[in-house]
C-alpha cells in the first residue's frame, strides 16, 4: 500500500490541524494504521494506531485527549484530527500501515510524512 500524508502547517499554541493519510490499492481496510513523529535531533516515536475497522484506537499518553485519530475505508483514508496543539507537537508526522502496535518497526509502508509546527 501507498501512502501519502498532508494537511501539516503553521499553528499558533492551543491551535488545531488536521492531517490526513490517502493510501492507494484495495486492501486498505486489511491495514492497522499508525501515526508516528519525528521531532528534530529526536527519534521517531508512537502518536496514534486504529484498528482494521476503526473500532480500536490507542495513542500516545502525551497526545491522550487532545488528538483523535479516524479512518474512512471506503476512502481509503486516516485522520489524525489535533487540538490544543503545544510547541512541543512540533514534529514531521508520518502515517504508516501495518500491525496494531505502537513500535515503529511493525510498519512495513510508511508515507512521505508531513511537517506540523506549533510556535509558542
Known amino acids: 500500500v501507498q501512502l501519502q500524508a498532508s494537511g501539516g502547517g503553521l499553528v499558533q499554541a492551543g491551535g488545531s490541524l488536521r492531517l490526513s493519510c490517502a493510501a492507494s490499492?484495495?486492501?486498505?481496510?486489511?491495514?492497522?494504521m499508525g501515526w508516528f513523529r519525528q521531532a528534530p535531533g529526536k527519534e521517531r516515536e508512537f502518536v496514534a494506531v486504529?484498528?482494521?475497522?476503526?473500532?480500536?484506537?490507542y495513542y500516545a499518553d502525551s497526545v491522550k485527549g487532545r488528538f483523535t485519530v479516524s479512518r474512512d475505508n471506503a476512502k481509503n483514508t486516516v485522520d489524525l484530527q489535533m487540538n490544543n496543539l503545544k510547541p512541543e507537537d512540533t514534529a514531521i508526522y508520518y502515517c504508516?500501515?501495518?500491525?496494531?502496535?505502537?513500535?515503529?518497526?511493525?510498519?512495513?509502508?510508511w508515507g512521505q510524512g508531513t511537517q506540523v509546527t506549533v510556535s509558542s
Open positions: 504508516a500501515a501495518g500491525a496494531y502496535d505502537t513500535s515503529a518497526n511493525s510498519f512495513g509502508s
Open positions: 490499492g484495495r486492501t486498505f481496510s486489511s491495514y492497522n
Open positions: 486504529i484498528g482494521r475497522s476503526g473500532g480500536s484506537v
